[in-house]
């Protein structure tokens, strides 16, 4: 079995998720007592965010990569990027590194071409949703179309990601905005919509929508039991 480096604590919230996720998966495969090999990196999420807001991605990439070649020498044998906003630096953590990198776009993607899902909607922080690091890598690799909210509703679905989910905060108001801002991109044509911050499925993933959704933690750690157990 091969070791997973996770570059997580972006945020701890959903750090908890992907940990659960990778033992589960392992265990769901092999049974018995088995579980995964995890080398974990958690890093300061108030430092990444007061960057993430200053605009100051160079230092975020620096910051990462930094923290991507701890996880390396450790031993990982692959690297995972526990949080879908920092995948805008990837291409710099990617390069500071020797071990590969499994992007959690490119996860996501495989998995919505395999249902046949060509029109997607996306919920993420106003970074991942606006800028073309994540979306554009979705439609240009992938041939993805993607649908995002109004840039109202894209203010509410950041702020709560940040004033409420990182802080374990789930408030019943929130799911239902957020449901309703699900069923606007359904209607807008999306048949599927993507949790594209790792900790909105903390407060939609159960919850009855109006099109399927794809939570990007789990997809993400699914992919990574594969490639440790290939």
């Known amino acids: 079995m091969k070791c997973i480096g ?10 908890v998720s992907y940990y659960q996720a990778l033992n589960r998966g392992v265990r769901g495969r092999l049974g018995g007592l088995h579980s995964a090999r995890v080398l ?5 999420f108030a430092e990444i965010e007061r960057l993430q807001h200053a605009g100051d991605w160079p230092a975020t ?3 990462l990569a930094a923290e991507a070649r701890a996880l390396q020498a450790g031993g990982a044998d692959f690297l995972m990027i526990g949080t879908n906003t920092m995948h805008k630096v990837a291409p710099e953590i990617e ?17 919505l071409q395999a249902d046949g899902v060509t029109r997607v909607g996306l919920l993420g922080t106003r970074f991942t949703m606006e800028q073309d ?7 240009a690799q992938f041939g993805l179309e993607v649908l995002v909210p109004a840039e109202e509703q894209r203010e509410r679905v950041h702020r709560i990601i940040y004033d ?3 802080q374990g905060q789930i408030r019943d108001a929130s799911r239902a905005e957020y449901l309703t801002i699900i069923a606007g991109l359904a209607q807008a044509g999306a048949q599927a919509v993507i949790l594209g911050c790792t900790e909105i499925a903390l407060l939609v993933g159960d919850a009855s929508a ?7 933690t789990a997809i993400h750690a699914d992919a990574a039991v594969a490639w440790a157990l290939a």
């Open 40 to 44: 974990l990196n958690s890093v300061d």
């Open 133 to 139: 690091f994540y979306k554009g890598r979705l439609e």
């Open 61 to 63: 990439a620096r910051l």
């Open 164 to 166: 409420e989910l990182c």
């Open 6 to 15: 996770l570059l997580g604590g972006m945020s701890w919230e959903s750090t």
């Open 95 to 111: 390069a500071a590194i020797e071990i590969p990198l499994l992007h959690i776009a490119d996860a996501t993607a495989r998995r």
């Open 210 to 216: 109006a099109v399927p959704l794809y939570d990007t």
